[in-house]
């Protein structure tokens, strides 16, 4: 290792430390603020029985009539959406009720959704978890097909080249496997770049906190065009 390489790396501990949990959660803010609002399009594309601009398959005579602003709150913070509206307003919004300001009982379900190794079933199970046995299979295929792609582009987006820190450790979020609710840890890296902005590099589910497992997420770090990490740092590292 060269001086300034060291120099580099010494200055960089000095000034950075890992995250907690809530952090981890406050990182993912914004991703669960666009999920939230995909959910809430969805619902009402059900209720009005045709995806907006699918004027060929509009078989009502109500229709779409903007936005309400609404701040919820989350563990993560608060949270701006919008919520759609219909004309007759007659629209019930499930995700987020009308008098709802406090969304923490279903964030952890949207989460781990973006994380890898969740597939097009669990997170079907996740959404119909957060609806109920009311919702239909048709609004649940629908809202699955919405943010399905959302999830796979989030997971798949490229990285930085370099980055200064990377923090992974584990997030215990609830999850849904074999139709029940089980507290799941859910795998997180978080990647300091050399300008010192901070990122959620992806989201695992599964595996185990071995020096065998996070070698197959830095590798697929690394295919996603991440080149060089001047510090990792590995909470509870086994084997």
Partial sequence: MTPERKALIQSLLSHYKPEDA????????????????????????????????????????????????????????????????DRKGDFEPQSVKKNQTDISNIEDQVLSMYAKGMTTRDISAHLQSIYGVDASAEMISRMTDRILPIAKEWQNRPLAKKYAVVFMDAV????????????????????????????????????????????????????????????ISVDGLTG
């Fill in 172 to 231: 215990h979020f609830n999850v849904r496997q074999d139709g029940r609710t089980v507290k799941k840890a859910v795998y997180v890296a978080i990647g300091t770049r050399l300008d010192g902005h901070r990122e959620v590099l992806g989201l695992w589910v599964g595996g185990n906190e071995s020096a065998k497992y996070w070698v197959g997420v830095l590798n697929e770090i690394r295919n996603r065009g991440t080149e060089d990490i001047f510090i």
């Fill in 22 to 85: 809530q952090d981890v959660q406050a990182m993912l803010r914004d991703l669960l603020g666009d999920t939230i609002q995909q959910m809430l399009e969805a619902e009402m594309d059900d209720h009005l029985g045709y995806s907006k601009y699918d004027y060929k398959n509009k078989h009502t005579d109500d229709s779409r009539n903007g936005y309400s602003p609404k701040t919820v709150t989350s563990s993560a913070g608060d949270i701006p959406i919008d919520v759609p509206r």
